[in-house]
């Protein structure tokens, strides 16, 4: 997610490619962060400030220099979405806790407003507060061209690149930037790459078409996000999020469709939805709508998220705060004996529905033998597309 600290004083356009009516305020110093006072004054009064004033874009570096120089392109449902110069968006990931090594997030901040969100501290390095997550969506400008010359530099392919690791890639914004799909485009027209997507919404779907090509000419592997079945407690820990129900048939018309998908049961939160008999309900649906895999991790906070998780509980399921504040009071996972229990519960579902613990190889493999066979009815014959390597 690192970004260059320079800020090109080029010409800014909106989504459609219209000139921006803010870009030529947020060019120069000394004007207030995401637009003009005038802007701030005239806005509706739900989109307007009580914190005091923010550091101009002059005293401000890096991410938080170019997120203070976005100009707003609108703001709907009480949120406000900019647009991100970025310099960046294939972004190296060293840890070694996750399996993957590039990741790719072609938003900042996340309009589902999942609570317990452990990437709300990325907000912070924009010098934003972590609790703006769903109220300041950033979409980075130019995601696919930027994708293409990320990938045009590296030289190592064949390494996993993760989409949708922080925020996620087909949130409400989605419909109006199209950064994740500009970003598909360019995929599809390489071949070798192994990619995953992951999110919690059902508008993945509108993808089929770049998501089948890209299934043919490299490893995709699709997660699908579901927390729980219960529409109710669903809307109040992601109260913007596609319903449980919505999530599962998109599995489902993945699978038709011949992609790799599986279903990812994170975070499990304790004492809401860790019942064993929610846990196999969930795992139950998933295996009929096709999921090859069942994935689950035990929630964690981080400090961003900490205070306001606890606080929602508190308000919301008042007879687990003091459980919620002994165990995550001043430490970031519950106690290792429930992260046992919990990964012993997933797995013992994993065996009773014949669900693998992760995507592999051969669920590509199946995919991309799915993809052949569904060209082959549909175009009467398929060739391979040529490459300029291959050309004469």
Excluded at 12 to 18: K, S, T, Y
Excluded at 133 to 149: D, P, T, V, W
Excluded at 332 to 361: H, T, V
Excluded at 381 to 386: A, D, M, N, T, V
Aim: glycine share 6%; proline share 7%.
């Amino acid at each position: 997610m690192a970004t260059s600290p320079t800020l090109e004083p080029a010409p800014r356009h909106d989504h459609r490619g219209n000139r921006s009516e803010t870009a030529s305020l947020t060019l120069f110093p000394g004007v207030v962060r995401h637009g003009a006072r005038e802007l701030a004054e005239t806005a509706p009064d739900q989109f307007r400030t009580t914190h005091p004033e923010p550091e101009t874009p002059a005293k401000l570096v890096g991410i938080a220099r170019l997120a203070a120089s976005s100009p707003r392109s609108n703001a709907k449902r009480g949120t406000e979405y900019f647009l991100l110069p970025a310099k960046s968006i294939l972004n190296r990931c060293n840890s070694t806790r996750v399996p993957f090594r590039w990741t790719v997030n072609p938003y900042r901040g996340c309009e589902f407003g999942c609570g317990y969100c452990y990437a709300r501290y990325t907000h912070e390095f924009m010098e934003l507060d972590g609790q703006d997550f769903e109220r300041k969506i950033f979409a980075k400008e130019n995601a696919g061209e930027l994708f293409e010359r990320d990938l045009a530099r590296r030289r190592e392919w064949g390494e996993h690149i993760a989409i949708g690791t922080a925020t996620d890639p087909y949130q409400p914004a989605e419909n109006d930037f199209a950064a994740t799909r500009s970003i598909l485009e360019k995929i599809a027209e390489h071949e070798g790459l192994c990619l995953s997507i992951t999110t919690k919404s059902n508008r993945i779907v509108r993808d089929l078409d770049l998501l089948r090509a890209i299934a043919q000419r490299s490893e995709l592997y699709i997660n699908i996000t579901i927390t729980t079945l219960r529409p109710r407690l669903a809307r109040l820990l992601e109260p913007r999020a596609p319903l449980p129900s919505l999530r599962l048939e998109a599995v489902r018309r993945l699978r038709e469709a011949g992609l790799a998908t599986g279903v990812n049961v994170m975070p499990i939160l304790p004492h809401l939805t860790d019942h064993q008999e929610d846990l196999d309900a969930l795992a139950s649906a998933a295996k009929a709508a096709g999921a090859q895999w069942l994935a689950g991790s035990v929630l964690f906070l981080m400090p961003s998220a900490q205070q306001p998780f606890l606080q929602f509980i508190g308000r919301k399921f008042p007879r687990l705060a003091a459980q919620y504040r002994g165990w995550y009071g001043s430490q970031a996972y519950p106690p290792k004996a429930y992260q046992q229990e919990m990964s012993r519960r997933i797995a013992d579902l994993r065996r009773k529905y014949s669900l693998a613990s992760r995507p592999s190889p051969l669920a590509a493999k199946d995919s991309r033998e799915s993809q052949l066979s569904l060209d082959l009815n549909a175009c009467g014959g398929w060739q391979p597309k040529r490459t300029s390597k291959q050309s004469a």
